[in-house]
């Protein structure tokens, strides 16, 4: 078993990471690394790089949001380039378009039909406001109360908003089956495949 740190913007990514560590090889999740928004991460790149070089393998997953492209967000954190052990990830263009991706247990998580669900998610402008959407069509009522904002309060989303969609991407959302409509997991499926070997021999 391959012993991983994961750095990541909040919760939700963090249970992310974690499945797909689980479901791609034989990894465990000894260290988290996360403070709320990019900004930790993008401050803290270069001390993730050293534990990746020293300690152990990283797995950093963070949006694109509105950057260009994965290539040009590395770029500009990390102008040297991550070492071997740190893999670093965009979820294009959010980590909802990954939820949205396993559009089978997404349809049955929220009890729609799936022709509702997205089948480009990494196309959205904004998954999280598709996600929002889908929600607004659920008659699980206790889903739309704990993922959406009440009426008339600011926050973008509901209090249960990164509980109730950890638990969703835990038991329920499968990241290969997610990665044939979501090519921007696809690349991460492949890299975790990947550095197995590399792990496996430090």
């Not at 930790?40 to 393998?57: C, E, Q, S, T, W």
């Not at 402008?125 to 959406?148: G, W, Y």
Request: aromatic letters at 6%; glycine letters at 4%; one cysteine or more.
């Amino acid at each position: 078993m391959i012993r991983f740190a994961v750095a990541t913007e909040d919760a939700l990514s963090e249970a992310v990471a974690e499945t797909l560590l689980r479901q791609v090889g034989d990894h465990s999740v000894d260290m988290r690394l996360r403070k709320d928004g990019f900004g930790y991460l993008k401050g803290r790149i270069r001390d993730f790089n050293r534990i990746a070089m020293n300690v152990m393998p990283v797995l950093l997953l963070t949006d694109l949001d509105r950057m260009r492209c994965a290539p040009e967000l590395r770029a500009a954190w990390l102008l040297d380039g991550p070492h071997p052990r740190l893999l670093f990830r965009v979820a294009v263009r959010e980590t909802e378009s990954w939820l949205l991706a396993d559009r089978l247990a997404f349809a049955e998580f929220l009890g729609i039909a799936i022709a509702r669900i997205p089948d480009r998610p990494d196309d959205l402008t904004d998954p999280k406001a598709a996600l929002l959407n889908l929600v607004r069509r659920s008659r699980r009522r206790n889903l739309k109360q704990e993922i959406l904002p009440a009426p008339g309060v600011s926050f973008p989303v509901g209090l249960g908003y990164d509980e109730q969609l950890s638990g969703f991407v835990r038991d329920q959302w499968d990241c290969r089956r997610a990665a044939k409509t979501s090519p921007s997991l696809a690349r991460a499926v492949a890299c975790v495949e990947r550095c197995h070997p590399i792990m496996a021999e430090s």
